[in-house]
């Protein structure tokens, strides 16, 4: 293989009106020592006003005052650079637009660019956008071709940043992406990033790009369609317990059952696209059928520390602590707390500190521990002993990795003897890395991954950190879940059923990766090296986190376990007049679709589906009324109708909140059907014009079956904001009408829209 030097013409400028150095082509060259490196630096610094000329040119504007800070060491590329930074001002003193580059310092290359227009108060927006995603991208390309026209070549437009949904707001942005091109594969490290807004306009770019970066030429051996065999064949998907909403369970609930899922094993994510064998992150290749040992540290469960189920008080804890930890003598207790709470188990926690030590009170030498008040088992353990991390370098390893091990599994047995035989060592990285991590820290660090039933359960784990000097306990931590169950391994979808489901989500991309190789030349140290790899690419299609759960074999939501659907299609729709709305709200799952793909458009709407389909339109953030359910369920309901258990609970609770209901009644009957007269009142509600609707004198209204002074003001607000129409006579509102869920789904269309022009 050969060395490519990457040849870039800087966009829009010639050198040579600057400086002697050599004009537009500026080559990456090699030097045959870091001194001469150095000393070529130094040569062709660039001056702080041949920077700002190039600054200048790239934006086309003169920069009148301008910052600048100079890095001889910039942190992307350890070479020295210019950040130039300018705000340009409005006539009024205002920001209008804000510039900053990063140059170079040695070669005037340009390294990163960010350009942003400031947001024009009371700018005035529409709904829908004037512009969708896609409309927008040519105002993403005109952007690209004017400042960038000497790299345009050299990117391809990535398509990943398409929205999954429509906007449901009118102050919409779009963000366009093009990647760097080097033979052949994506560079997603360097890239050029626009964003439109719904207007069409320019709202920001920015860039990262370093020309003078090398990539030796690797060839592809491996094909796309080779490569997607490879992953079938790998298979690189495992199962694994994991828990919903932890933090809001109660300790002594015993009801709560782990979910089953299938999530990707990223110990080896990438294929090397010219060897076809199989590569960690750090570069390391690994054998196509290894294995992960999970052998548990012990076969049966350890005899108890406690056999007495009752709580210990603090003489007991205490005296228990220091057998188990063997505190030093010249410490002494300087703190005592007792936690209780629904959360977690109850625990003493000890403090003790070496008063004798020299220094401030806060530098001192500190032990904290953590002991279960009823079985006596060690949750925590923290050395705080800044002698630790002190003349790191002048300090000898004394302890053996072999040797740490074995301390490592036996405070285990010591500290959470009815946990060790549900933990195996996860699996340690190779011999050179070991010896890097100790050299830097002097320390050595163990996780004790917990499985049930031969399956790992993530988060929970043990860790214990050593030192390697002396080989004195550091830390020691549990993070464990002792109220959960967990469900049958049996009757799961396969695997290869799994990987096929997590191609709905990534697609195999081919691409370059910074990785680390070994070198050698410089005694095995890790270099990091560019290689050109497969790997799963997110295509980002959720806009929640969820898994795949092993038993139903669907993408459920992480937060309440519910199944997400993405671009659903309603086949009872089509041709409707409000066919676009719909689609609106069954995106964003304010109208289900059922089974056989239908959504029954003409059957009248309950109570609770319309505050769903109001709150969904005013905030589709699915996780934020998940939160809001946890939240709420804590106290009491403001409905007995509508409780923690009800679909309708924090939509009901969040439009209570934000004004859009009243807690009158103490039922709000949310399977009632709902009235073309009860939705006008909460649209109103919505709009914050109900101190107007109660001004029923002020409005005149055509519809001859409103005669009450109440409904006068709200129907005549919906129907001159062009929200909710009327028959084709325009004289009949029909307020007792029950409304359909097409109806309804074009009156929040509406409701979208005149909001956007009353903002």
Do not use: C
């Not at 390391?284 to 059928?289: G, T, V």
């Amino acid at each position: 293989m050969k060395k490519q030097a990457i040849v870039l013409l800087a966009a829009g400028i010639s050198f040579s009106s600057l400086s002697p150095m050599e004009a537009n082509l500026i080559h990456a060259e090699e030097s045959n020592s870091k001194v001469e490196q150095q000393n070529e630096a130094v040569k062709r610094q660039v001056p702080k006003q041949q920077a700002l000329k190039v600054a200048e040119n790239f934006f086309n504007v003169t920069f009148k005052s301008p910052n600048y800070r100079y890095d001889q060491k910039w942190f992307r590329t350890e070479t020295p650079v210019w950040n130039i930074s300018y705000e340009e001002k409005t006539e009024e003193g205002n920001t209008s637009t804000r510039y900053n580059i990063t140059i170079d310092a040695v070669n005037g290359n340009i390294m990163e660019t960010r350009y942003n227009r400031v947001p024009i108060e009371d700018q005035s927006f529409s709904y829908p956008p004037k512009v969708n995603w896609k409309e927008g991208q040519t105002k993403a390309h005109t952007t690209v071709l004017k400042y960038f026209q000497d790299i345009v070549k050299q990117v391809k437009f990535d398509k990943s940043n398409q929205p999954t949904k429509p906007s449901l707001s009118d102050r919409v942005t779009y963000t366009y992406q093009y990647n760097r091109i080097v033979d052949g594969a994506p560079l997603q490290d360097n890239y050029i990033r626009v964003r439109v807004n719904g207007n069409n306009e320019l709202v920001s770019f920015s860039s990262r790009w370093n020309p003078n970066i090398d990539i030796e030429e690797q060839n592809v051996e491996v094909t796309s369609e080779d490569a997607l065999k490879k992953f079938e064949e790998k298979l690189p998907v495992s199962m694994q317990y994991n828990t919903l909403n932890r933090y809001y369970r109660p300790s002594s609930d015993e009801s709560n059952e782990m979910v089953l899922e299938y999530d990707l094993n990223e110990a080896y994510p990438y294929l090397d696209a010219t060897s076809g064998e199989w590569l960690n992150r750090k570069g390391d290749i690994a054998n196509q059928e290894e294995k992960v040992q999970r052998e548990s540290i012990t076969d049966q469960p350890l005899e108890p520390i406690r056999m007495i189920k009752s709580i210990m008080k603090e003489p007991e804890a205490k005296d228990l602590t220091q057998k188990l930890v063997n505190i030093p003598e010249n410490m002494s207790l300087d703190n005592v707390e007792y936690h209780q709470n629904e959360h977690q188990p109850t625990s003493w926690e000890f403090t003790y500190i070496d008063p004798n030590q020299d220094g401030k009170e806060y530098e001192k030498k500190r032990i904290h521990v953590r002991i279960n008040a009823t079985t006596g088992e060690i949750y925590s353990y923290n050395l705080n002993d800044r002698s630790l991390y002190e003349d790191l370098d002048s300090k000898k390893v004394n302890l053996t990795y072999e040797d740490a091990q074995k301390k490592a599994i036996d405070y285990v047995k010591k500290f959470a003897p009815s946990k060790a035989h549900k933990v195996y060592l996860q699996s340690n990285p190779n011999e050179n890395e070991i010896n890097e991590d100790v050299k830097e820290r002097k320390q050595y660090s163990f996780i004790f991954q917990r499985q049930e039933k031969d399956i790992p359960v993530v988060s929970n784990s043990i860790r214990v950190t050593l030192s390697a000097v002396n080989g004195e306990l550091v830390r020691f931590y549990q993070d464990w879940e002792s109220n959960v169950s967990f469900p049958s391994p049996e009757n799961v979808i396969s695997k290869e059923e799994a990987f096929q489901r997590f191609l709905e989500r990534f697609d195999i991309q081919l691409g370059w990766k910074q990785l680390q190789e070994n070198n050698d030349e410089k005694q095995n140290n890790k270099q990091e090296a560019y290689r050109k790899v497969y790997y799963l690419n997110n295509l980002n299609i959720f806009d929640q986190s969820v898994y795949l759960n092993a038993k139903t074999g669907e993408w459920h939501s992480n937060s309440d376990g519910e199944v997400v659907k993405v671009n659903q299609e309603a086949k009872d729709i089509e041709g409707l007049p409000q066919e676009n709305a719909l689609k609106l709200m069954i995106s964003y799952g304010a109208i289900p679709v059922d089974a056989e793909g239908n959504v029954h458009p003409n059957e009248p709407i309950t109570r609770g589906e319309m505050v769903k389909m109001l709150m969904l339109a005013n905030n589709p953030d699915p996780v934020y009324y998940q939160n809001m359910a946890d939240k709420y369920s804590a106290e009491e309901a403001s409905f007995k109708d509508v409780g923690a258990n009800s679909q309708y609970f924090s939509f009901v609770e969040e439009a209570i909140r934000e004004g859009y209901l009243d807690k009158e009644d103490e039922s709000f009957k949310p399977d009632e059907l709902v009235t073309r007269l009860e939705l006008a009142k909460l649209i109103v509600h919505a709009l914050e014009y109900d101190e107007l609707a109660g001004h029923s004198d002020m409005f005149k209204h055509p519809f001859k079956d409103i005669s009450t002074d109440e409904a006068k003001g709200y129907v005549s607000i919906v129907h001159y904001l062009d929200i909710m129409s009327t028959n084709q006579d325009h004289d009949e509102f029909k307020p007792k009408q029950n409304i359909d869920r097409a109806h309804a789904a074009q009156v929040f269309f509406q409701y979208l829209k005149a909001r956007s022009s009353l903002d």
